[in-house]
């Protein structure tokens, strides 16, 4: 119905910068809202950011607040994580997730459909 490929991960410096892309196919009209989420090795995942279909609301977790930008071109239906002063903490599994619902929930179960998961690393 919905697919959703990240791209854009890798390897960084503490203090540097990577952008995340994440491109839906399928039944793309159905999306509304989408979101990041990460996961650490033995931690749970949890939100990042997110962005109503419009992108006149944001939400951010406060760890990446200031530092991490959402957006979104709706045009070619992808949706973008710029993260920049990385930190080490920063290490995760960044998932891309879209929603049916408006809003930009921090909540896991409100996004119906998830990405792979790409990979970033921060070395310090």
């Known amino acids: 119905q919905v697919q959703l490929v990240e791209s854009g991960g890798g390897l960084a410096q503490a203090g540097g910068s990577l952008r995340l892309s994440c491109a839906a196919s399928?039944?793309?009209?159905?999306?509304?809202?989408m979101g990041w989420f990460r996961q650490a090795p033995g931690k749970e995942r949890e939100f990042a950011a997110g962005?109503?279909?419009?992108?006149?609301?944001?939400a951010y977790t406060e760890s990446v607040k200031g530092r991490f930008t959402i957006s979104r071109d709706n045009a070619k239906d992808t949706v973008y994580l710029q993260m920049n002063s990385l930190k080490s903490e920063d290490t995760a599994v960044y998932y891309c997730?879209?929603?049916?619902?408006?809003?930009?929930?921090?909540?896991?179960?409100?996004?119906?459909?998830w990405g792979q998961g790409i990979q970033v690393t921060v070395s310090t």
């Open positions: 399928g039944r793309t009209f159905d999306i509304y809202a």
């Open positions: 962005i109503s279909r419009s992108a006149y609301s944001t």
């Open positions: 997730a879209a929603s049916t619902n408006s809003r930009p929930t921090m909540t896991r179960d409100s996004y119906e459909y």
